[in-house]
């Protein structure tokens, strides 16, 4: 069964480090760009920061230079290193997978899939 399981949020003062984990698992063809979203109460869902499965980074202007997202493909893990952290970092951290999966006959799906998320509060 495919699973993708977020870790590392909980509660951490301003200008403290998290590092959060997200990690592939089942029946998974090929593992594509992997990404980490966010959304805070009252909030849309907004892109924090993906990374594609050549190594290509891309950033919301709001963590550069604070947060760093990383792979490690033979663990199908994708991280996100989160630095400085400020109260408005405080949200649901969510990670998503472009992934394809077997259909059989020989054939793939390949859509995106979320992981359930991790709270990430930022306070004093």
């Known amino acids: 069964q495919l699973q993708l399981v977020e870790s590392g949020g909980g509660l951490v003062q301003p200008g403290g480090s998290l590092r959060l984990s997200c990690a592939a698992s089942g029946s998974i063809f090929r593992l594509y760009a992997m990404g980490w979203y966010r959304q805070a109460p009252g909030m849309q869902r907004e892109l924090v920061a993906s990374?594609?499965?050549?190594?290509?980074?891309n950033y919301a202007d709001s963590v550069k230079g604070r947060f760093t997202i990383s792979r490690d493909n033979a663990q199908n893990t994708a991280y996100l290193q989160m630095d400085s952290l400020k109260p408005e970092d405080t949200a649901v951290y969510y990670c998503?997978?472009?992934?394809?999966?077997?259909?059989?006959?020989?054939?793939?799906?390949?859509?995106?899939?979320w992981g359930q998320g991790t709270q990430v509060t930022v306070s004093s």
């Open positions: 990374i594609t499965d050549g190594g290509t980074t």
């Open positions: 998503k997978a472009d992934l394809s999966t077997p259909v059989g006959g020989g054939y793939y799906s390949r859509y995106d899939y």
